[in-house]
């Protein structure tokens, strides 16, 4: 049995350890990269951030979502969309998507070890294949963990991925469904179970979104969340929160049936229990280091992402939230640096955060029920599409942007949007916070017309008027449904 010894190994090859394992071998450590999966990319590529956007991006296209203001509800791209026309799309990118990781990990020289990792001690790695087979050893000097999850999959829950989906739903490996449903009950208002809401929504599928939770999304803008809610029901999907689940089953018909607590029971096409997902810690042998686990078994970390083992990090979905794709990559860039002795200065407080339901929505910095909570004096500005030309070129009249900022100091303090193309837009209001920009640097900047961006300006002229008492001609907000 071969033995090898490492500068630095990345376990798990999302987007975690693929980012890790290149800063690493840029900055000269001997690295490898440990993946269970015969391709790098981990569930965001395979099964998660990328199927599913490259899913709604389909959807949106095929149905004439964006068009739809302009010819009618009923206006479609394609009259008959089906589940391989929207794979087909989804296993391009994908395809793609692999091809570009694996070259940039050649490049830099990173060794790829395909196979299950595990712990023997705190510096040896044993590598074995699907049958548990020994495949080699690995020292390692510094490893960082980016195993990410998998879908939390209750025993009492008849899984079959044809009827009744985990939250890998038609990406997963074991979908046997060949027809897109026409009904669909979706359990978990989450990030992941309210994106698929929205894209089956716009699919033209009776569409139920239950969770037993007040509210979808805690940490949201409460206008925002509002707004969302707004779109959902005039999206036709039925929400029901406040609501325990109770059985789910496959009928003798081939439906799923889902009892619930207060309300008559649903039956539909297709089910997606999409509540919570579970750390891949269990994969590792743990218990043969010092690393702690946390509530829902994620790893402990400090700031620095280090676990109770000073040499082993950890980032990604296995410290928990937020659990981003954008932010994994990020936790693992800096965790790298500081495990080779390198410096590297971040502003974690700014890091944004997407969700890419329809519509967008995206946000970074604080709330407004936040920054009341820590006694901020703050003020905020609006803009909405609808005054905004560009918005109705593209058909999308629906959203928003809110700029909080501070009463004295003016600073940025939170930027929150829902709309069309928000998750590209809201990166103008990072990188302001990042560099202590003022609320005036959007005001004392032209955006060419007729763009989307404009609602920065307006939205900043809206807020300094408010801050400063004055009167402004702005009926379009009174108006707003916010």
């Not at 009618?72 to 692999?98: C, W």
């Not at 909080?404 to 600073?411: A, D, P, Q, W």
Request: proline residues 3%.
């Amino acid at each position: 049995m071969k033995t090898t010894e490492y500068d630095f190994v990345a376990i798990g090859g999302g987007p975690a350890g693929h980012r890790a394992a290149i800063q690493a071998a840029k900055s000269g450590a001997k690295t490898a990269l440990i993946d269970r999966r015969a391709s790098v990319g981990g569930v965001s590529l395979h099964a998660g951030t990328v199927p599913s956007k490259t899913l709604r991006e389909a959807v949106m296209f095929l149905c004439g979502t964006r068009q739809k203001i302009f010819y009618g509800d009923n206006y479609q791209q394609n009259q008959n969309i089906s589940l391989k026309d929207l794979l087909a799309r989804v296993q391009t990118v994908v395809q793609k998507e692999t091809e570009v990781m694996d070259f940039q990990l050649k490049r830099n020289g990173v060794d790829v070890i395909h196979g299950q990792a595990s712990f023997e001690d705190s510096h040896t790695l044993v590598v074995t294949d699907i049958d548990g087979n020994v495949l080699e050893k690995i020292i390692a000097d510094k490893i960082l963990i980016g195993v990410g999850t998998v879908p939390r999959r209750p025993e009492e829950i008849p899984f079959d991925q044809e009827v009744i989906f985990d939250s890998n739903f038609i990406f997963s490996t074991k979908n046997k469904r060949e027809q897109l449903p026409s009904s669909l009950c979706v359990i978990g208002a989450g990030v992941i179970g309210t994106e698929y809401a929205c894209m089956f929504a716009a699919l033209g599928c009776d569409v139920w979104l239950v969770d037993r939770r007040r509210e979808l999304f805690r940490f949201l803008d409460h206008d925002i969340h509002d707004q969302m809610l707004l779109s959902l029901s005039r999206a036709g999907v039925q929400i029901r929160l406040e609501d325990e689940v109770g059985e789910i089953s496959r009928t003798p018909e081939g439906r799923g049936r889902v009892e619930l607590g207060e309300s008559p029971a649903i039956e539909a096409d297709a089910v997606l229990f999409a509540m919570g997902r579970t750390p891949c810690t269990f994969t590792l042998n743990i218990q043969n280091t010092n690393i702690q686990l946390g509530k829902y078994d994620v790893i402990d970390v400090n700031d620095n992402y280090q676990t109770a083992e000073p040499h082993i990090y950890a980032c990604g979905d296995v410290i928990g939230f937020p659990a981003l794709a954008s932010t994994s990559a990020e936790q693992a860039r800096i965790a790298t640096r500081h495990a080779l002795g390198l410096d590297c200065h971040v502003n974690k407080e700014t890091f944004p955060f997407a969700i890419y339901s329809i519509p967008e929505i995206s946000m970074v910095g604080k709330t407004e029920q936040e920054l009341i909570d820590e006694g901020v004096p703050y003020c905020a500005g609006n803009a909405f599409y609808r005054e905004i030309p560009k918005a109705a070129i593209i058909g999308d009249t629906e959203g928003a942007l809110k700029i909080l900022f501070h009463k004295e100091t003016r600073k940025i303090l939170g930027v929150h949007m829902i709309g069309d193309l928000a998750s590209e837009l809201l990166h103008l209001g990072a990188i302001a916070m990042n560099s202590d920009a003022t609320i005036d640097v959007f005001t004392q900047n032209v955006f060419n017309f007729p763009t989307l961006a404009e609602a920065y300006r307006i939205a900043a002229w809206n807020g300094i008027h408010n801050l400063e008492g004055t009167s402004y001609d702005h009926s379009l907000i009174a108006e707003n449904a916010f």
